[in-house]
Nanobody
Framework: QVQLVESGGGLVQPGGSLRLSCAASGSIFSIDAMGWYRQPPGKQRELVAVITNDGITHYADSVKGRFTISRDNTRHSVYLQMNVLKPEDTAVYFC?????????WGQGTQVTVSS
């Protein structure tokens, strides 16, 4: 089993920045892709960004140019730098990791963008 713990959420004003972190622990031997998803209030969970173990990234169109995903394989961690935040970015953000064809999820961290 792999456990994922997110941190870094909070309340920020429009135009502000936040950095989310996610650390994996447990039975780690070769994590493949890691990523971030979010679930806005009353909506379904959606992909935000994903990064493979060799650094290839993919972003949702809504966050391109504003969010940056990065990864530290030595620390089994993934990060999401979020800039120029908008009210529509308000959501619970979940960390995700895939190992040996099994998907693991964190418990989520709330991001609220409001003045």
């Amino acid at each position: 089993q792999v456990q994922l713990v997110e941190s870094g959420g909070g309340l920020v004003q429009p135009g502000g920045s936040l950095r989310l972190s996610c650390a994996a622990s447990g039975s780690i031997f070769s994590i493949d892709a890691m990523g971030w998803y979010r679930q806005p209030p009353g909506k379904q969970r959606e992909l935000v960004a994903v990064i493979t173990n060799d650094g290839i990234t993919h972003y949702a169109d809504s966050v391109k140019g504003r969010f940056t995903i990065s990864r530290d394989n030595t620390r089994h961690s993934v990060y999401l730098q979020m800039n120029v935040l908008k009210p529509e970015d308000t959501a619970v953000y979940f960390c995700n990791a895939i190992q040996d064809y099994t998907t693991y999820w964190g418990q989520g961290t709330q991001v609220t963008v409001s003045s």
